[in-house]
Structures are given as structure tokens and as C-alpha cells.
């Protein structure tokens, strides 16, 4: 049971997330509200793996906020503390570089994230696989979501032995590959 100040740290997490990404939408053909999706995460993390840790729950929330809004590290930290940015941080890619240098950036980088970057992107991973399973992006051909479960697995594989429950979660949602 998250005690009052760690159960204030989420919900402050929850509504800054909502707040940056207010305007954005998820690729699915509904265009659904961004904010579904960290919401996704909180939900596998605490609802099927049993993950307590408020700072953890919170990176979830704001994992794509430094990546995909204009939110910044320094505003992270001074919102959420240092140990809530240095986890988003090692989930961020750098949208500077092609994307095709990020997704193999990923692969590489797995290996090297610390305990709690790796719960959170194992959660990122399943809600990703799980989505794309059950409502595809419009316009992905089938040959585009099996590529995108393969690299989805390669990154996995380098997380292998943080957390047994997310691994399972994550094994069962890409045997639904397409």
C-alpha cells in the first residue's frame, strides 16, 4: 500500500503526463488519447506484476514526456526528484538521431539500464506489443507489425532476468504475434 506522499507523487505524475500530452494522439485507427497509454503501463505494472514502487509508477507515467514533448530533464527532477528523471532518462531515445539509429540503439543500450528503466520498459514494451496486436497503427502492413514485435523481442532479450512476471507478461503478448 503506497502511503499518502508516495501515492502524491503518482497522481502529480498522472496529471503532469496528462497536461504534456494533452494534444497528442496514439497511432491506433481510433487515434485514441496519448495519455492511455503511460496509463497502460501504470495498469501492467501494478495490476498484473505487482510493482509498489511509487518511483517507478511515476517514471511510467512521464516516460515519453522528455521524448515526445517539450518537457525537459532539469523540469523532471525538480518536479519528481533525481531518481524519477534519471529512470525516464535511460528510457528516452534521442529524436535527433534517424530512427532506424534509435531502434538499434535500444537493442544495444538494454543490457546497461538499471533495474527499475528495465521494469519500465518491459511494461512499454508488452502495452506496445498488446496494442499493436489489437488495433494497428493505420497503414501498418503485416510485415511491419511482425518486424515491430521481432525488434520489440531483440530489445527484451537484453532485459532478460529483471523481473519474471513482466518477462512472462511480455512473452505471452508476442506469442499473439501477428
Known sequence: ML???EFGLVVRAL???????????RKDPAASPYINHPIALVDVLVNEAG??????IAAALLHD??????????????????RVRRI???????KDLPKEERKRLQIEHA???????RIVKLADKITNLRDVAAH????????????????????????RGAHPVLEA??????????
Open 65 to 82: 514526456t522528455i521524448e515526445d514533448t517539450m518537457t525537459t530533464a532539469a523540469e523532471l527532477e525538480a518536479a519528481f526528484g533525481p
Open 88 to 94: 525516464v532518462e535511460e528510457v528516452t531515445d534521442d
Open 169 to 178: 507478461l511480455f512473452d505471452r503478448a508476442y506469442a499473439a504475434r501477428p
Open 136 to 159: 494497428p497503427p493505420h497503414g501498418w502492413t503485416l510485415d511491419r507489425r511482425r518486424e515491430y514485435f521481432d525488434w520489440a523481442k531483440r530489445v527484451i532479450d537484453g532485459l
Open 15 to 25: 496529471a503532469f503526463a496528462a497536461a504534456k500530452h494533452r494534444n497528442q494522439r
Open 3 to 5: 502511503a499518502p506522499a
Open 51 to 56: 510493482v509498489t514502487d511509487p518511483e517507478v
Open 111 to 117: 543490457p546497461h539500464l538499471s533495474p527499475a528503466a
